[in-house]
Nanobody, 117 residues
Framework: QVQLVESGGGLVQPGGSLRLSCVVS????????MAWYRQAPGNQRELVAS???????QYTDSVKGRFTISRDNAKKTVYLQMNSLKPEDTADYYC???????????WGQGTRVTVSS
């Protein structure tokens, strides 16, 4: 069973930055699609950013130019660098892996990001 463990959430003032990390318990395959989702209170979970090796990262419009997804396969870690944070970025952030080779997908337990003054 593959496990994903997120960290890096917390309280930050508007305009600040945070970097979320997601450590994967197994090796990350080249064709694995790694992604970050978020869910704000009362809202549905939404895709924030996704990354597949050899392709351009994809971002939801509200975070383009502010967030960057990256992965370090050697460290089995995926990152989400979040800059210029806004109160509307407040949510629980979840790491997700879609393993194309096995037809499976996995979720982390989430890390909370609160943007408030």
């Amino acid at each position: 069973q593959v496990q994903l463990v997120e960290s890096g959430g917390g309280l930050v003032q508007p305009g600040g930055s945070l970097r979320l990390s997601c450590v994967v318990s197994s090796s990350i395959f080249r064709n694995d699609i790694m992604a970050w989702y978020r869910q704000a209170p009362g809202n549905q979970r939404e895709l924030v950013a996704s990354h597949k090796m050899g392709e351009a990262a994809q971002y939801t419009d509200s975070v383009k130019g502010r967030f960057t997804i990256s992965r370090d396969n050697a460290k089995k870690t995926v990152y989400l660098q979040m800059n210029s944070l806004k109160p509307e970025d407040t949510a629980d952030y979840y790491c997700h892996m879609k393993r194309i080779a096995w037809g499976t997908e996995y979720w982390g337990q989430g890390t909370r990001v609160t943007v408030s003054s």
